[in-house]
Nanobody
Framework: QVQLVESGGGLVQAGGSLRLSCAAS????????MGWFRQAPGKEREFVAA????????YYADSVKGRFTISRDNAKNMVFLQMNSLKPADTAVYYC??????????????????WGQGTQVTVSS
């Protein structure tokens, strides 16, 4: 199993940047594909970005493509989400998620078995 802890959220003005981090416990971090999801008040949780075990495959939601970058450091058991050109619509609680399932559909929240507690991102206009 893996435990996930997010950090790096906060309040930023539109057009600004934030970098979210997710620290994972355990010695088998490289066996987990990882993702970032977000949930705004009154809305369903939605996919943001995902990265394969090796980092060789990366996926983004259309709404963040070109603005957000997901990366991972398997040696440090970390996954990151660099968020640039932030918009008020990006305001949400951001969750780190992980899955050990083979051939998982990483954009689907139900494919991920492990979740962090979330970190709030607020973008002011």
């Amino acid at each position: 199993q893996v435990q996930l802890v997010e950090s790096g959220g906060g309040l930023v003005q539109a057009g600004g940047s934030l970098r979210l981090s997710c620290a994972a416990s355990g010695r088998t971090f490289s066996s987990y594909a990882m993702g970032w999801f977000r949930q705004a008040p009154g809305k369903e949780r939605e996919f943001v970005a995902a990265i394969s075990r090796s980092g060789g495959s990366i996926y983004y939601a259309d709404s963040v493509k070109g603005r957000f970058t997901i990366s991972r450091d398997n040696a440090k058991n970390m996954v990151f989400l660099q968020m640039n050109s932030l918009k008020p619509a990006d305001t949400a609680v951001y969750y780190c998620a992980g899955t050990s399932r083979v051939a998982a559909e990483l954009s689907r929240s139900y494919e991920h078995d492990y979740w962090g507690q979330g970190t709030q991102v607020t973008v002011s206009s």
